[in-house]
């Protein structure tokens, strides 16, 4: 399988980390591409009509996009534990935290649009403060959230892979004020998964 990645996307990274966690890292072919919504990326394009990665070419040759998508299929491939639980209380647990971490990652890329990517004289404070506040908002959430506790699961690799991406690029601190965060992440990070898929890079727009 191929996967149309970046090395520094959260949501690629989250793919990656999953692919890693299930046995499945030495099936993907994994091929770095630069996007944006300012310069179109023909390849990702056409595989994407979004213009986005991550996206993954099965092995009948078949596209799918987005993270979330990708995530369930590769679960979907391996005989061990389940990153996305059947059933219960466990399964809506990881969804919603997953879904957080979307969220998250959505919203540092919009605040980095309103303080470095768009061009200064089209930036609009009041939108990079509202952006601010709801990284503040998820991080509070998720330092109270049930799902920290429990083996691995969507949600975790979801939330790892987004206050990862969200230190890297100096985005306001989710370890500030939130220990019990601050030291999940501390011991996730230290996962085999996420030492072999180490975010770099800049965006080009
Ligand atoms: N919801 C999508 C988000 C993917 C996404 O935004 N990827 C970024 C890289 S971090 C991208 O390729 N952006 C290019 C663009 O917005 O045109 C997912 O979970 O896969």
Redesign the pocket.
Known sequence: MKLLY?T?????RKVLVLAHEVGLAPRLEVVHHE???TRGNAE?SALNP?????VLVTEDGFAL????VICEYLDGLHDGPRMIPEQGTARWQALRLQALA?GL?DAG?ALRWETERRPAAVRWPPLAEGQAAKLLAGYDFAERSAALDGPPDIGQIALASALDWLAFRGLPDFREGRPRLAKWFEAFRDRPSMRATPLSGETRD
Do not use: E
């Open positions: 970046q520094h996307s959260p949501y690629a996007t944006s919504p990702v979004l213009g986005k990665v991550p996009f987005d993270s979330v979307q990652a890329i």
